[in-house]
């Protein structure tokens, strides 16, 4: 069984607080023992952080960019082995652990190519005032189990591109990807400059309030969020929070369910469902709500579900038993409360969190599996009759991370999209993420941004001088 380690100051070191199991989804057998760093490892891990940045913070434009581009190099050279750590630890399809990869390359040159140029609000004979953008310092890391390779380096490249250091913490559930990227990170980077510990809710609270950390960026759920929040207050750091969603989509009566329901289907079990902005309520118009219903249960039955690491799997398990019974517990609810289940409905007998894809129909607002975030392999379908009132449904939940609208009138549909309340609204589409384009939630959806040049910013503070000539 493969050994890792923890990343602290360029040195991997074991575990203080011992080592715990990570298990394989697919199989219920253990991948590997994680190392479980103590607190006085993140204390240490911090420190070698805040010595980095002392030189780091003063790298030049041309330095970080190299950086960049020298880690996605080292990626590239990597990819199968990062694919099927991410397949073994949490689940996915190969193709899909193999995109994720692809993803987090591809991320990683758009991110090495973005700048941070100094504006020059006036210049005159007796004053000049330039903007600058500096970095803030150590950036902790905290990411979840469902994009664990691609989302740590959503975090990890904006911060060291914009001249900060990072320590990461992966989640328990899914660490390895993880702790391979910072290895790879270090054999190009100085030491210290990203750092990686491990270990659950101990840890992430200790990163929350530890006074050398800056800034937190974190991608999980609300309640994890408001935690880490109320963590921060004490030294008013700063955080990106990109927390839960239950992203509604709208199905306008002139669309034709035989040309969207691939695309609809899609975006809504993309990884099994478990992707923060997949497409997680779908609320049909009543003129095509039966043919709707039908042809995305077309597209449920072309998925074979199995082992990721299998060849010709599309569908994988759900990433961990805790989701699993939720998914599970979701739909026996709605069942229990009058609804039709189309396809899927019942876990598949045998080792693993295997759930089919499952289509539940005649359920509406109230009902738990509408008004909760699922996070898995089940999609309830609403019917609607008035367009206004759908978009008033998809609105009154307390979250708004995406939405869609659907409609061969763009002009309509991007109409009703522009009424969504939620950080991205899709037309046509949903789930597409886009590194030049900035996404982020409302509401309990959390705050802050990430990708691009607004992305960038959020790792730095701004500067004024103010120069008397
Ligand atoms: P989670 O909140 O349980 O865990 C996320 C991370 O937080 C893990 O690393 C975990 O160890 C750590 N953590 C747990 N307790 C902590 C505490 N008290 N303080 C600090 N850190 C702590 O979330 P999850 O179950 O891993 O992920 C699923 C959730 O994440 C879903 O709600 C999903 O919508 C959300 N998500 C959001 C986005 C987005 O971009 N908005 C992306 C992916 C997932």
Redesign the pocket.
Known sequence: MKQYSLMINGQQVAGEAGTFKVLNPATEEVVALCPEASLAQLDAAVASAQACFETWQYSSNDERKQLLHSIADRLEANADELARIVVEEQGKPLFLAQMEVGGAVAWTRATAELELPVEILEDGDTKRVEVHRKPLGVVGS??????PLM?AVWHIMPAIRSGNTVVS????LTPFNTIRLVEIINEVAPAGLVNVVTG??GI??G??NHPGIRKIVF????P?GQ??MRGAADNLKRLTL????NDAGIILPDADPSVIAEAVFQTSFLNMGQT?AALKRLYVHDSIYEEMCEKLADEAAKQNVGNGMNEGVTFGPIQNHKQFELVNGLVEDARANGARIICGGAPIEGAGYFYPPTIVADVTDGCRLVDE?Q?GPVLPVIRYSDVDDAVKRANAADVG?GGSVWSPDIAKATEIAARLECGTAWINGHSELLPYAPFG?CKM??FGVEFGQEGLLEYTSTQVLNINK
Request: some cysteine; charged content about 10%; glycine content about 20%.
């Open positions: 905290i990411t979840p189990w469902n994009w989302i913490k992966p989640s328990g659950e809710s992430g609270s990163m929350s991608t999980g759920s609300t994890t935690s880490i990109e927390l839960g969603g923060c975030e996070f991370l939630g959806s959390g």
